[in-house]
């Protein structure tokens, strides 16, 4: 395949060598210099040496964490396919959008977002929206001849066009060209992260002031204070914490994209951990989405079965009804109005031809494999009859409908057909609608078709009007079977499972009976039953609902509000451009990689590449041990630092000599804080997080909360008091063995907190990165207690 030209400009890239320089900018690294300086001044040429030695390691460590997170993000973003339906030599296919070339034949669907600038071929009732090159909300109405442009959407309706300009020579792209060197702002997560540092840079310097207060006060060399105050500072405040936070993210939406999430903002992250509602579609996410036709109902009251699974050919149309007819005249009749009112293309498999691949809807595609077994060629039928006219599908009236040469057809949800049907009595309605009814209550869904004689007079608004009653089709899409179990896990995790759906009650019902969703006295409601609620007797029985059926997108959006406004944190999945609302207003939007519309996964922050419910779950997983993993790192690095701030004010507050050299708490700085705590970022999971409700693993509370504040003040000043004590205690050995122990203690103590904060659910030895960060602290500190020369550096 030639090389991709259909591309935009990216962001012009940040040289390695100013990611290094801004390492230096921290006003902690400026205190490290500053000493550096000072040390050469006063004639101490080795600790000058050592500081800035000290002051590179830091500046490497983030340098390199830095360029690791944007190596990951960069390796995910190739994770993420957009696609095309294109027409090359006659033939539809599937291409990546990157790969379209001037004159390319483009296929456009409601909910579609442009891939090029162009020129219409055909246009029905398509309607676009220019807002991301105008500004203009205002629906804009396209005929053929009319241009599009790159990344705007379609918001009704269909048509072809043909690519004019692609890549930077779009209008889109010229406007990316303008914005290539506008810097990334900062995540939320990463501003409450840098708040969390000021605040801390506050609390430290008060402490730091007071040392210095109390040690001139004793008398103690200034020099020796003013650099034991400015490594205080650096060991107090965890300064690499935003690097490390952004390598736990960009680790955890690797590991997402593994298990097939592709997380499209790094701090939605943090969000999945702290879910607690799903509300979850049906079609597609719960079930397999192969759709198949298994059973016709024609008008004349005749039964078909159809056997075969999914999308291919093999399989036939048998009649069950008491009285077979030789005559098929209706069958035949519905199988070709299945293949006119539909906009789905069937793409062929390389197995004989016999397998395909649906382009578009699901449901549309089963259609056309019906006609296949019903020895039609539909690809024939729609060329010999091209549609003239069209009323597309639309959520609120649940019908398409399409001209075809002297005949309208339309397609729809049974109880809306049958309403504009003329031909039948109240009772053969009632008839039809029962049998409809029991056919979903065992897990079909349901599609009727209808059809009448076209008049060019004849008012686009009567379309719709005084139609002919075709018949029934009944279309299988079985429970995916990790469904069942997906479910299960979530409500022992304490996450409540709701199924959002535009189906029937009794299909729904019927699936979620299936699969374990609705648990004892839970109630399942309709659209039209919701509309009759309040929002406070929504709020009332809300908790009570696991099924929503027949709801408009209008109503999923209410339902997320609902939700949101009892305090819950709610994921919501999406597919259709109608789903955006939700997406968007959901905490974690989650669109459909497989059958979701480019607008869909625009508006949501997580792409689902599977369109399985349980990656869903195991995405909610990840998050949580990746939300886990931060609050142990903050805790770890918290309570280290204070545990060193604890120790040399309690030594000086005693009148004790400083019980750890500024060389001292400098290489603690990065040894045992900065190594262990990249290790406790990328902690796996314990098998555990599933296991427990949100409230139990102490989720969504803040980065901080009351319990992680008081652990961190108790275990810092439990660590400081023994080591303070341990100088005290060795004092009477000489100043130097008394540093030395002091020294060993907390390299120890440290490591072994690091340990105890990853909980006993966790095996020693998954962690590697943490067992070679001790191994590294013990093998240097044996080095340190054997060596004397590099003993004298440190005490």
Known sequence: MSEPRNVLPEPQSTPAWSIFLSQFKSSLITLLLVAAAVSLLAGETLDTILILAITLANAGIGFYQEIKAKNEI????????????????????????????????VILSEGDKIPADGSLLTSHNLTVSEASLTGESVPVEKNPSDEVFMATTILTGNGQMQVTKIGSATKFGQIALSLTNIPEEKTPLEIKIADLGKKLTLLVALIIALVEIIGLFQGRDPHLLFFSAVALAVAAIPEGLPAVLTISLAVGVRRLAQRRAIVKRLVATEALGSVDVILTDKTGTLTKNEMTVKKILTADQHHFSVSGVGYTTVGEITETSPHPKTDRDNLDALVKAGVFCNRSSLA?????????????????????????????????????????????????????????????????????????????????????????????????????LATKHFSPSLPKKDFEKDLTFLGLVAISDPPRPEAASAITACRRAGITVVMVTGDSLETARAVASEIGLLAAGQEEITGPQLNTYSDEVLAQNLLKIGVFARVTPEDKLRIVEAFQNLGKVVAVTGDGVNDSPALKKAQVGVAMGITGTDVAKEASDLIITDD?????VSAIEEGRVIFLNLTKTIKYLLSCNLGEITTVFLAMLIGLPLPLSPLAILWMNIVTDGLPALALAIDPKDGKTLHLSRRELQIGQGLLDQTSIRFIILLGFLLGSLATAIFFLFSS?????????????????????????????QPLLSNRLLLAAAFLAAFFQILIILVPSI????V
């Open 733 to 761: 050995f000489g100043q130097e063995t008394a540093r030395l122990a002091t020294f060993t203690f907390l390299v120890a103590g440290q490591t072994l907190i690091a340990f105890l904060l990853r909980g006993k659910n």
């Open 348 to 448: 062929p498999v390389v197995d004989g031809g016999r397998s395909f691949t649906v382009l578009g809807d699901t449901t549309e595609g089963a259609l056309l494999i019906l006609a296949e077994k019903a020895g039609l060629d539909h690809h024939k039928l729609r060329l010999d009859h091209p549609i003239s006219d069209e009323i597309p599908f639309d959520s609120a009236r649940r019908l398409m409908t399409v001209v075809v040469e002297q005949e309208i057809y339309t397609k729809g949800a049974p109880e809306e057909v049958l309403k504009i049907c003329s031909d039948l009595s109240a009772s053969e309605k009632e008839t039809f609608l029962h049998k409809s009814s029991e056919l979903a209550a065992r897990g079909y869904r349901l599609l009727a």
């Open 612 to 616: 399985n419910f349980a990656t869903i």
């Open 74 to 105: 960069a390796a995910l973003k190739k994770l993420v396919v957009d696609t095309v339906r294109v027409v090359r030599d006659g033939l539809e296919q599937r291409l990546e959008t990157k790969f379209l070339t001037e004159g390319d034949l």
């Open 791 to 794: 003993r004298s550096i440190f």
